[in-house]
């Protein structure tokens, strides 16, 4: 039985990708894969509303539907496609999300189902995810992830810190591109869409300055392409480029090789949104707080503070056991690339329509 796939794309930004995805279906025979991105001008009238009825008439015969997200939240969570899903899921057919992977982000993806909530299968599977992990039994590649890190980590933690820091003393925060997935508690104070990066980043910083500890800001690897976020307007914080090509347009910013490592080694804490970098975190078991929504969310994986006044309230609680219950939700989601049509195939026959 060949996997009848529709990839579907309205989305610039995960164009190339996801035609990749699509040539890597024609190596295999178990998979028929069709791909309608509404950047393209034949289908640029194309939307969900209209796929549905195809769907229904057979003029698209499918056994699902999959689509980048991000978090399994960001598009998944728009009102059209919360009743496409649901469409969907009353006739039989499937969606599916994909993603980055956690350890090894950007050289893997992660696949789950949107299922009939359309919030993932987490819920689903936490009750029965194992509270230990063993290392040793994950796929080598994550092995070789985790070591090299620890190796790495190790040799900081033996190192100064830099750039005049003390140890126990400073504390990391981690923006992202934006602030899309902010619980609402937080996203009041942010009024401003287009600067609402380098709002929360400058609202953190006052945060910790008052704690009586140094804030310091580390950018991503697409800083270049944050337009929510202004290294120029940070108050009060050095910041850290991920690049050291990106001091080209961020000239106040600075750069150390191994700069993640480096800064964790020595950081009292850390503050995320829901930014990926937590995975590094994780691995160096490291206290986190985190104001986004991600899978993560009312989990206790994290520290979620509730509003801005109790936002340093906890500083220091790390729950293991459910950091590893975390840790091999993911090693159970996610592959190296090459192997995501496998992954497709697994998640598709373990969730039913639900």
Not at 21 to 35: G, N, P
Not at 258 to 272: C, E, F, G, S, T
Request: hydrophobic share 35%; aromatic share 12%; proline share 3%.
């Amino acid at each position: 039985m060949k996997l009848r796939t529709l990839l579907w794309n309205t989305r610039e930004l995960y164009e190339i990708k996801m035609r990749q995805i699509l040539l890597d279906s024609r190596k295999r025979a178990d998979i028929k894969a069709h791909m309608i991105s509404t950047l393209d001008s034949f289908w640029e009238d194309m939307d969900l509303d209209i796929l549905f009825k195809k769907i229904l008439k057979k003029e698209i015969d499918i056994d699902l539907v999959v689509q980048r997200d991000e978090h399994g939240l960001l598009w998944g969570g728009e009102k059209n496609w919360k009743s496409f899903v649901n469409k969907c899921n009353s006739v039989g057919i499937k969606t599916l999300m994909y993603d980055f992977g956690y350890f090894g982000h950007y050289e893997t993806y992660m696949i789950d189902t949107y299922g009939s909530t359309n919030k993932g299968s987490i819920a689903i599977d936490w009750p029965n995810v194992p509270e230990k992990i063993e290392w040793t039994s994950t796929p080598e590649y994550i092995q070789k992830y985790r070591n090299d890190f620890l190796k790495k980590l190790e040799i900081q933690k033996n190192s100064k810190p830099i750039n005049d820091l003390k140890s126990g003393e400073y504390v990391v925060i981690w923006p992202q591109y934006s602030m899309d997935l902010i619980r609402p508690e937080f996203k009041q104070e942010l009024n401003n869409k287009k600067t609402e990066v380098t709002d929360w980043v400058n609202k953190m910083c006052d945060k910790v300055i008052k704690s009586g500890l140094v804030p310091v800001v580390k950018g991503g690897v697409a800083l270049d392409d944050w337009f929510k976020f202004s290294v120029q307007k940070v108050k009060n914080a050095v910041v850290f480029a991920h690049k050291e090509s990106q001091l080209k347009k961020n000239p106040t910013a600075k750069f150390e090789k191994d700069i993640n490592i480096k800064l964790i080694a020595h950081a009292k804490y850390h503050i995320i949104n829901c930014s990926s970098v937590s995975n590094e975190l994780v691995l160096a078991n490291a206290p986190v707080i985190a104001t986004g929504r991600s899978w993560f969310t009312g989990l206790e994986v994290f520290i979620e503070p509730k509003s801005w006044n109790s936002i340093l309230d906890d500083t220091a609680t790390v729950n293991e056991k459910n950091r590893n219950k975390w840790c091999n939700w993911w090693i159970s989601k996610q592959v190296k690339k090459e192997d995501m049509w496998d992954k497709t195939k697994e998640i598709y026959m373990r969730y039913p329509i639900y």
